[in-house]
């Protein structure tokens, strides 16, 4: 038996290089996969693929009546909606907090930040109805401490980590639970491709070669412990953060002089 049969599960950013993965190990698992993005070809074309079990569903996370569409969809066709992974996020182009313009700004607590408030929002009904089910925010380890010319982004991370927690407080007595994995450097186009208005990508200023596990992560590192997370495997854990990043905030693995 899969660890998801007969469960619905809905990944924002769906189509995307971690959002892909996700999806696809899920419905490996025997969930019914709702693939949420604002991309259709991408998002259609991933659901053609799997064919049975998976639905392209379009979602703008910004929006509350397309995260209401989005929820209703999951319901409507696969009839319940059980596990919720807000996976979908953007990146601001790297510059000075004093460089930095308020739509900038706007623009990426818009969809990191009220993104996943809304989701959390919309979908705890959906979830109340399923009996209980699980909601994993996956956020950052910049959200774990200060990034210089990242501040939009940085504050959004933060951010949902209060919220995941605050969620799993509300939530935990309707058997809902709510957990954030904060991935490191993960090879994905986010790292490999500048961010709109960038010239370079994190990878171009990036080297893993200093630390404990010295290579980029890859979407697989994430969604072998997504999984987890959203099973029943995980059912005494809520409130909870996650780091998948190699030893990334561990520091340089300085190795001593062997004599």
Same mark, same amino acid.
């Given at each position: 038996?899969?660890?998801?049969?007969?469960? !619905?599960?809905?990944? !924002?950013?769906?189509?995307?290089?971690?959002?892909?993965?996700?999806?696809?190990?899920?419905?490996? +698992?025997?969930?019914?996969?709702?693939?949420?993005?604002?991309?259709?070809?991408?998002?259609?074309?991933?659901?053609?693929?799997?064919?049975? /079990?998976?639905?392209?569903? /379009?979602?703008?996370?910004?929006? %509350?009546?397309?995260?209401?569409?989005?929820?209703?969809?999951? +319901?409507?066709?696969?009839? !319940?909606?059980?596990?919720?992974?807000?996976?979908?996020?953007?990146?601001?182009?790297?510059?000075?907090?004093?460089? !930095?313009?308020?739509?900038?700004?706007?623009?990426?607590?818009?969809?990191?930040?009220?993104?996943?408030?809304?989701?959390?929002?919309?979908?705890?009904?959906?979830?109340?109805?399923?009996?209980?089910?699980?909601?994993?925010?996956?956020?950052?380890?910049?959200?774990?401490?200060?990034?210089?010319?990242?501040?939009?982004?940085?504050?959004?991370?933060?951010?949902?980590?209060?919220?995941?927690?605050?969620?799993?407080?509300?939530?935990?007595?309707?058997?809902?639970?709510?957990?954030?994995?904060?991935?490191?450097?993960?090879?994905?186009? =986010?790292?490999?491709?500048?961010?709109?208005?960038?010239?370079?990508?994190?990878?171009? =200023?990036?080297?893993?070669?200093?630390?404990?596990?010295?290579?980029?992560?890859?979407?697989?590192?994430?969604?072998?412990?997504?999984? =987890?997370?959203?099973?029943? %495997?995980?059912? =005494?854990?809520?409130?909870?953060?996650?780091?998948?990043?190699?030893?990334?905030?561990?520091?340089?693995?300085?190795?001593?002089?062997?004599?």
């Amino acid at each position: 038996m899969n660890r998801f049969d007969d469960q !619905t599960v809905l990944v !924002t950013g769906g189509a995307g290089g971690q959002g892909s993965s996700h999806v696809r190990a899920f419905h490996a +698992e025997g969930a019914n996969v709702v693939i949420g993005g604002i991309d259709a070809g991408r998002g259609a074309a991933l659901a053609d693929e799997l064919g049975s /079990r998976a639905h392209f569903t /379009r979602l703008d996370v910004t929006d %509350e009546g397309s995260w209401s569409a989005a929820v209703g969809a999951a +319901e409507s066709v696969y009839g !319940t909606l059980d596990v919720l992974v807000n996976n979908a996020g953007v990146q601001n182009p790297p510059v000075p907090i004093e460089s !930095t313009d308020q739509a900038t700004w706007s623009r990426i607590l818009d969809v990191n930040l009220t993104g996943t408030f809304l989701g959390i929002k919309v979908a705890a009904p959906a979830l109340r109805r399923a009996a209980g089910g699980a909601i994993v925010n996956i956020g950052s380890t910049m959200g774990l401490g200060g990034t210089a010319h990242y501040a939009p982004y940085v504050a959004s991370k933060w951010a949902v980590r209060g919220l995941t927690q605050t969620a799993g407080l509300e939530l935990g007595r309707d058997r809902i639970r709510v957990n954030a994995i904060h991935p490191g450097v993960i090879a994905t186009p =986010f790292i490999h491709e500048p961010a709109a208005g960038a010239t370079a990508a994190i990878a171009d =200023f990036y080297s893993p070669e200093p630390f404990a596990i010295p290579r980029l992560g890859e979407p697989a590192d994430v969604t072998r412990l997504l999984l =987890f997370l959203a099973s029943s %495997e995980a059912s =005494f854990i809520t409130g909870s953060e996650y780091v998948i990043d190699g030893g990334l905030l561990l520091g340089p693995a300085l190795q001593a002089a062997v004599a």
